[in-house]
Every structure is written in C-alpha cells, then in structure tokens.
C-alpha cells in the first residue's frame, strides 16, 4: 500500500513585506496545475481560507504510481513559485518500508525526513505476524 498524507499553507514570501501581493496570481497557477493531474485517486483539495489558499492532500492507494509523482510534483512547484509556503508531506509505502517519510516545506525547499510520531510501523501502529 501506498499512504500520503499532507497540507501546506501557501505563502508568497517569508517576510511580512510584500506579503499578499501575488497571491492571486500564485492560486491560478496551482489550480492549473492542480487540474492538469486530472487527479482521481484519493484528495487533492486546494482551496482559500481566512485570507491564504491551503492544499490538502491524503489517500490510501494499492502501490507507488504516477500520482505520488504529482505528490511530490505538487509539493516543489509551490516551493519554487511561493517560498513562503510552508507544510508536510508524509508517505509510506508499506511495499519496501516499516516507515513514514516525512517532507517538510519551507522557506522555498522540500527536505526529506525520518519520521519520529509512528514509525517504525510495526510494532508503534500495528502488532506484528503472530502479534506481540
């Protein structure tokens, strides 16, 4: 199984100055993006709220296909068009791992890393065969 899970707050700068001024701009070309998946597996939800647009994203599918690309796809374009944003993205591909990776966004990068909250999957989340 393939499980993502992840939300970021988009913001087009990382300072108060100039804060708000492409926004506009900024949500046009994520919802083009957004569309351009043409996502049909699990959530893809971009939409405003109190003033900034948030992406929310979460599913549960049979194994890593295309659409964990557009995850990760999704997740740098607003690194790169909005460096402001901010967010987590964590993942588990229970075919090759016993673990979450967590991407966190900020400052205009996505960084890779070790999970602490749940993994290893087995035995914080699930018993293992046999149970414990």
Not at 13 to 31: A, F, N, P, R, S
Not at 64 to 92: H, K, Q
């Amino acid at each position: 199984m393939y499980e993502y899970h992840g939300w970021a707050m988009i913001r087009d700068t990382v300072g108060e100055e100039g804060e708000g001024e492409q926004l506009d701009q900024i949500y046009q070309l994520l919802e083009e993006r957004v569309k351009s998946y043409n996502w049909v597996v699990g959530l893809m939800d971009l939409r405003w709220t109190n003033l900034y647009p948030h992406l929310c994203v979460a599913g549960l599918n049979n194994h890593y296909g295309g659409y964990a690309d557009d995850l990760f796809d999704i997740f740098n374009y607003i690194a790169e068009i909005a460096p402001g944003s901010y967010g987590i993205l964590y993942t588990m591909d229970s075919d090759y791992e016993n673990k979450f990776r967590v991407y966190v966004l900020s400052r205009g990068k996505l960084k890779e890393h070790d999970d602490p909250f749940l993994s290893p999957f087995v035995p914080v989340v699930e018993d293992p065969p046999g149970g414990l």
